[in-house]
């Protein structure tokens, strides 16, 4: 299972950016995804995931009622729009996927499958 993100580049206090991840090499609609975010002198963290279906999604505290993570199984794309964005918000940004048939908290306890970064920064 191979993961591709992109959408990341430089934005504005308070503007908007949507990121994609396109998934290959699995059946799509089989995999929770989410997104994951590594900022300068941080460890990685969790930002969202989307349980196979798209039925269920969850959120890290501090991007809830900002972000919005969803998925689009006909192009076997993930994506996570990022509204009201925040210098604290620049990070490099990762999709992840759990193990096939694996239920949502898997993307976070335990994701199988990592995507190549992409860079949003937040500009004041």
């Known amino acids: 299972v191979q993961l591709q993100a992109s959408g990341g580049g430089l934005v504005q206090v308070g503007g908007s950016r949507r990121l994609s991840c396109v998934v290959s090499?699995?059946?799509?609609?089989?995999?929770?995804l989410g997104w994951f975010r590594r900022s300068p002198g941080k460890e990685r963290e969790f930002v969202a995931a989307?349980?196979?279906?798209?039925?269920?999604?969850t959120y890290e505290d501090s991007v809830k009622g900002r972000f919005t993570v969803s998925r689009d199984n006909a192009k076997n794309t993930v994506y996570l729009q990022m509204n009201s964005l925040q210098p604290e918000d620049t990070a490099v940004y990762y999709c992840?996927?759990?193990?096939?048939?694996?239920?949502?908290?898997?993307?976070?306890?335990?994701?199988?499958?990592w995507g190549q970064g992409t860079q949003v920064t937040v500009s004041s």
């Open positions: 090499g699995g059946t799509f609609s089989s995999y929770a």
């Open positions: 992840a996927a759990a193990a096939e048939d694996m239920p949502i908290v898997d993307v976070f306890r335990r994701p199988a499958y």
């Open positions: 989307i349980s196979w279906s798209g039925g269920s999604t």
